[in-house]
């Protein structure tokens, strides 16, 4: 029983110890961090204070304390599980609002363009394309006057 507490001890502060790294080196979010710590947390002090994990075993009906302190790991998996599926879908259905967004946003995109190249090819009732007009404005304003 002492060498399993000492490697759920030493297991617990591992991936505490891991989890204060990746929120140092910016790899974990603090709002996901902190339920990983709060899980993390819950383990070491089980593993660490034996009469709580006794007692939490005997009210749960386990005989083995070990097997409740993997039962409550379990437990955090689950609610682990279930928050990152909420979090999952949440950005799906955001990412799915952004597509529709960028796709109307494109098709004005292409709207303008396409406007705008009818207008650069319309013709005046002389039969000259604004271009051409533009471009002979541009050429009397760089003609030096004698």
Do not use: C
Request: aromatic share 6%; no cysteine.
């Amino acid at each position: 029983m002492v060498n399993q507490r000492i490697i759920a001890i030493v297991i617990s502060a591992g991936l505490l110890l891991l989890i204060l790294e990746l929120v140092r080196r910016k790899r974990l979010m603090e709002r996901y961090a902190l339920l990983w710590l709060f899980s993390t947390l819950l383990l070491l002090v089980l593993s660490v204070w034996s009469s709580l994990l006794n007692s939490l075993a005997s009210a749960l009906g386990i005989s083995y304390p070990p097997s409740a302190l993997f039962a409550v790991a379990f437990g955090v998996v689950l609610v682990l599980l279930i928050h990152f599926s909420l979090a999952v879908s949440r950005l799906s259905d955001q990412n799915k609002v952004l597509a529709q967004r960028l796709g109307i946003l494109q098709g004005r995109v292409q709207e303008q363009h396409d406007d705008l190249d009818r207008l650069s090819r319309r013709t005046d009732a002389a039969g000259n394309s604004f271009e051409a007009d533009d471009r002979a404005r541009d050429r009397e304003r760089l003609t030096p006057t004698s």
